[in-house]
């Protein structure tokens, strides 16, 4: 069971949605904007009051419109995380020995 932690509304009626395995996932909700109580979400500034229900573990808005966090999962395309840049590691080089000039 997938739990959504975090959601940020993006343009064009996409969500980002960041899920309890860490995965961050696009979801385009357009074609799902349809009849009843999501009628609503076609308005962009209510689409963007969309809130996580932590009760519920999914995203839902002040009308009482939420969807399934797993359908939600499976239809999302996952976002790539930025990979880190690694700090170079500076390794010191020995010191050259100096040669003795002493004879013995």
Request: aromatic share 8%; with cysteine.
């Amino acid at each position: 069971m997938h739990i959504i932690l975090k959601v940020k509304p993006l343009p064009d009626f996409q969500l980002e949605l960041t899920f309890n395995d860490n995965k961050t996932m696009l979801v385009d909700l357009k074609k799902r904007l349809k009849g009843g109580i999501f009628e609503d979400l076609k308005d962009p500034e209510f689409f963007k009051k969309v809130f996580v229900d932590e009760e519920m573990g999914t995203i839902a808005w002040p009308n009482g419109a939420d969807l399934c966090p797993d359908v939600l999962y499976l239809e999302g395309q996952e976002v790539p995380k930025p990979k880190r840049k690694m700090a170079k590691r500076i390794i010191a080089k020995p010191k050259a020995r100096k040669k003795s000039s002493k004879v013995t």
